[in-house]
């Protein structure tokens, strides 16, 4: 081969590998950073988890605070007496919170645990106006007098005529809650909604307003007040690699640093929180796989005839493994619909149980409009001999009435019996309470139950399945009808609020309760032993899988009061919303 072609050709490999080096660079680090993302994406829902558990009893405090009947006492006889100040002192030491106050209907403090006198009126707080509007005030404070950052909750005070006359204020300090977020490596920040950073696991970043960063809370209606001194502008540097985000220039790292950026929406608290990690294990990993890819091409060069002369041993390979593949696919697929199969046979056989235990109230509705037919249908025809037209027409009204009884009792039966398909629709959920309250009226009258109903009357729309939103509620309540079978007094509540974007639908029972309530939705667990139709445990793990396929949640847990409590939360349909 001739010098001048061959270093022609050496110029075009080296270009080659060169090239070929980038985009292995470009590729493989766009990979990290992906996995990197994952990460991050898993370490911030860790980290919103726990903010919501450190803050879910100071959310609930103010609301029982505020309904308490010696508090509301107090308040309509306009005086705060030693039993409530001494309650309300127990309640901070045992919630850990900083301060609870008690504020007038015109925002002056009545009392405060800290017996700290404020003459400022709160009246033109967010929190006061939100709390005498009815909703739970949340803000984020700072509180020049203690140089203490809080975040406050504000319930308002509703007295015996329906009317407001005052608030309960609850303020845990934010020092305390970020303590147990200083000892994880990566970065944690909340922003509020003009990005200024008031919650960190790094001092130096607190008061620091990110720009350009935009959050998406609302800024016009956001529930935080950033009355914080010294805020200072502190530019970041971003780029995008795909869908991932780089941060750079942040005062809390070096600046040669550069962090992957994960954030998540604190919706009830209008919270932006952001968790940074650096980004040197991408970094690394790329570096690895650049480095790995150079010597495999260098190899390759050198190798060149070696590889040319396998190259068809290995093609056939490459088909055989197709081959494996393509036969492994069809197995795989073979088995998904078996199982496909067997869940929906399982599904089916669980309603066709909830029939069997209810045919013998269904069979008593049937027999009394079949007797009262018997009895109209004689009657009528005793009537027609003796030429009492008007009277046998009113007999046969009434075979007509009865005959519509039947009717909708059949219908609601085959409806509920019948294999249903996979779709998911706008449903009144009102509509499928009546329907299973009136297929277990038998049951629930035969046991003495007393089943109280609580804003069912009017239409209200969610995503789900007709069918199987019955064989949930008729798991659930037919449960608890047989928790109470031995007890004497049997009270069933249930209960539909609809908020913003879900509905739940709330099932008491005043029963034993749970004796596991985190593993009632595990397959095949079952309470009930030493009874001949035992259940094999897979009705609520079957209603379980259906709440969760609709986009809702089902979880169970036992009420303070003693007793079973189920919360289906299924999303809310709007009137020009609709099912895809």
């Known amino acids: ?3 001048r072609v061959l270093i022609s050709v050496i110029c075009v490999l080296v270009m080659i590998m060169i090239g070929v080096a980038f985009l292995t660079w470009n590729v493989s680090y766009r990979a990290a950073l992906g996995e990197l993302n994952v990460e991050a994406n898993r370490k911030i829902l860790q980290v919103v988890d726990q903010f919501r558990g450190q803050l879910s009893a100071a959310r609930v405090l103010p609301t029982l605070l505020a309904r308490n009947s010696e508090i509301v006492d107090d308040f309509e006889k306009g005086f705060v007496s030693e039993l409530v100040k001494e309650y309300l002192e127990r309640a901070r030491d045992i919630s850990g919170a900083h301060e609870i106050r008690l504020l007038s209907s015109t925002g002056t403090q009545i009392f405060s645990t800290r017996n700290q006198k404020d003459d400022q009126s709160s009246i033109d707080t967010d929190y006061f106006k939100t709390a005498m509007q009815g909703a739970l005030g949340v803000e984020v404070r700072y509180n020049s007098r203690s140089k203490a950052r809080t975040l406050t909750f504000a319930r308002s005070i509703i007295s015996s005529d329906l009317k407001q006359i005052g608030v309960v204020v609850l303020e845990m300090e934010i020092d305390t809650l970020e303590t147990e977020f200083r000892a994880r490596p990566e970065i944690i920040m909340f922003l509020d909604s003009s990005s200024t950073v008031v919650f960190s696991n790094r001092t130096r970043l607190l008061f620091k307003k990110l720009v350009p960063y935009q959050s998406r809370l609302n800024a016009r209606n956001r ?4 009355s914080f001194e010294n805020i200072i502008e502190h530019p970041i540097k971003e780029s ?7 941060w750079q220039d942040i005062s809390a790292v070096p600046r040669e640093k550069s962090m992957l950026m994960a954030n998540r929406l604190i919706l009830p608290f209008d919270l932006d929180a952001i968790l940074l990690i650096d980004t040197k294990p991408a970094l690394l990993q790329a570096r690895k796989i650049t480095s790995l890819v150079a010597a495999l091409l260098i190899l390759a060069v050198v190798s060149a005839i070696a590889i040319f002369q396998r190259r068809r041993r290995f093609i056939e390979r490459i088909e055989t493994e197709q081959a494996l593949s393509k036969e492994l696919d069809r197995r795989v697929e073979l088995r998904s619909k078996e199982l496909e199969h067997a869940q929906n046979e399982l599904v089916q056989s669980a309603k066709l149980s909830a029939l069997g235990k209810m045919s013998v109230g269904i069979s008593h509705e049937l027999s009394q409009p079949i ?6 249908a004689v009657n009528a025809k005793r009537f027609i001999e003796k030429d009492r037209i008007d009277d046998s027409l009113e007999n046969l009204n009434e075979i007509e009435i009865q005959t519509q009884r039947m009717s909708r009792i059949i219908r609601n039966l085959r409806d509920f019996s019948r294999k249903d398909a996979h779709r998911y629709e706008s449903i009144d959920i009102c509509k499928v309470i009546n329907q299973v309250v009136a297929m277990l009226e038998r049951s629930l009258t035969e046991e003495g139950v007393a089943l109280s109903l609580v804003n069912v009357d ?3 729309a969610v995503v789900g399945g007709e069918i199987r939103l019955q064989q949930v509620l008729i798991n659930i309540i037919s449960n608890a009808i047989e928790a109470m079978k031995h007890q004497t007094d049997k009270r069933i509540s249930l209960q539909v609020e609809r908020s913003d974007e879900m509905v739940e639908v709330s099932i008491r029972d005043n029963g034993p309760g749970l004796s596991e309530p985190d593993r009632v939705f595990e397959p095949f667990y079952t309470t009930k032993t030493g009874h001949h139709d035992d259940g094999l445990g897979l009705g609520l793990s079957i209603a379980y899988g259906f709440v969760e396929s609709f986009g809702g949640s089902l979880r169970a847990k036992n009420s303070n009061s003693g007793g079973a409590h189920f ?4 999303p809310a349909v709007d009137k020009n919303n609709s099912i895809s």
């Open 1 to 3: 081969m001739p010098v």
């Open 223 to 226: 529930a935080y007040h950033a």
């Open 240 to 246: 995008k690699y795909g869908f991932v985000s780089i």
């Open 371 to 376: 007797a009262s037919i018997q009895n109209f």
């Open 458 to 460: 009017n239409p209200i």
């Open 567 to 570: 919360s289906l939360m299924l």
